[in-house]
């Protein structure tokens, strides 16, 4: 699961160019897929490398953070609860809700599962 800081400077959701925190799987998926292919230091020249490297690792955070449900869970719980400075408050920050942790948890009991599963087959 990616990293949740909340300290972040920009929202995950711009990261990729989305419009809206409502959007689906397949948005996300292909916000990611399109701004990779554009980000990727190996298509970008290499005066520009350091730079493209930098941005692509930014958008792959993002997409990992968004793309796993509990992580987005985590990630929009931390989002909502940013003060109008945009920092999250302490007491906040520190303990999203017992519903999130329980999400979190039961996904990834799911995950484990499901692998051990396919390492019977």
Avoid at 102 to 119: A, D, F, T
């Amino acid at each position: 699961m990616a990293n949740n800081n909340t300290s972040r400077k920009t929202n995950l959701y711009q990261v990729l160019s989305l419009s809206s925190e409502s959007v689906g799987p397949e948005e996300i998926k292909k916000a990611y897929r399109k701004l990779a292919r554009q980000h990727h230091p190996d298509v970008r020249p290499a005066s520009g490398k350091e730079e493209s490297t930098r941005r692509f690792l930014e958008i792959r955070e993002a997409y990992e953070t968004l793309s796993d449900p509990a992580s987005r869970l985590v990630y929009d719980y931390q989002l909502s609860t940013a003060n109008s400075v945009g920092r999250p408050r302490q007491s906040e920050c520190s303990s999203p809700s017992s519903r999130a942790v329980w999400q979190m948890q039961l996904h990834g009991l799911k995950e484990r599962s499901r692998v051990r599963m396919e390492r019977k087959s």
